[in-house]
């Protein structure tokens, strides 16, 4: 029987890029680090000499004290079992994920570029040492602008925030708040050739599994104005127009647009197959027979 302590690669897996995805600590040292400086999706580093202000942190900060936490170090041995330990006896509910982050890597699961996360800024909301990087991109947000907050937070860093702001201001605002600007010319997270922000995040944080390739093709037909590309992007042209005009807000439109990214890539994930049609109908009739 499992032990209840732990979660294997693929129950985790299942529940990365979901609202479910629990909180996620490398808990490597710094030499297995450097070997393979890439992070689990939505995971951030924390020393496993401090277990003591992660309870802390986690108990005051999270919204939901019941949300699980996974700790995972190279082997998901005796590191992660001794701080998982520690953080139940502070009656936080953790988990070590077994094999570690080796057997993550070698199950073929996404690993996320360490050096392309941009710098973390302090916030008393964030967990120790996770911080929250800061995005700025241009206010009324429609295809792009929604879908790459919700990579970032469903596969990067969680507690990220966003500013949206005028268009001629967005590289001041950028340099002066040092926030990472996305989705404007001349940036490194932007459109490239054919290829819209969103394809450009993907590859950049080496997320190419198969459920983000199908829907990065949507949004780039949606977002490029190309519709044939998918038979869903004139869809998600339609639906994020209608977004836009919901909100005045663009946080508030941020905050609905996630929900419609998870459904997309429950889709693309679970019911790519899937159709849709009228059995009891066609039943009904056949029974019947004609008049």
């Known amino acids: 029987m499992p032990s209840p302590n732990h979660i294997t690669v693929n129950q985790l897996a299942r529940l990365t890029g979901t609202p479910d995805m629990p909180v996620i600590v490398d808990l490597c040292i710094d030499e297995d680090f450097a070997l393979d400086p890439r992070l689990i999706p939505g995971a951030f580093r924390h020393p496993f000499t401090d277990i003591s202000s992660l ?11 019941a949300r699980r936490l996974i700790v995972y170090c190279q082997k998901g041995k005796k590191i992660s079992e001794g701080a998982a330990a520690q953080l139940r006896c502070h009656g936080i509910p953790a988990q070590v994920l077994e094999g570690g982050q080796l057997a993550w890597r070698d199950a073929g699961q996404p690993l996320v570029p360490a050096s ?8 008393v909301t964030a967990l120790p040492d996770s911080g929250t990087t800061l995005w700025v991109t241009r206010y009324r ?7 790459c907050p919700w990579l970032i937070r469903r596969f990067v860093d969680p507690q990220a925030r966003f ?30 050739d054919e290829l819209c922000t969103f394809d450009t995040m993907v590859q950049e944080f080496e997320l190419g599994i198969d459920a983000l390739n199908t829907i990065a093709t949507v949004v780039r037909g949606a977002d490029t ?10 869809g998600l042209l339609a639906v994020s127009v209608g977004l836009s005009r919901m909100y005045k807000d663009d946080l508030a439109q941020l905050d609905a647009g996630m929900l419609l990214y998870d459904a997309l890539y429950r889709w693309a994930r679970d019911g790519l197959n899937e159709g849709h049609d009228w059995p009891d109908a066609k039943k009904s009739v056949s029974s019947t027979g004609p008049n």
């Open 163 to 192: 500013l949206f702001v005028s268009p001629a201001t967005v590289l001041d605002v950028a340099e002066k708040f040092k926030a990472t600007a996305f989705d404007v010319e001349g940036v490194f997270w932007s459109h490239r």
């Open 141 to 147: 947000p429609k295809i792009d602008r929604i879908a």
């Open 116 to 123: 392309k996360i941009p710098d973390r800024h302090d916030d």
């Open 225 to 234: 104005n190309r519709p044939e590309l998918t038979a869903q992007s004139a």
């Open 55 to 65: 309870a802390e942190s986690v108990l005051k900060n999270s919204s939901d004290p």
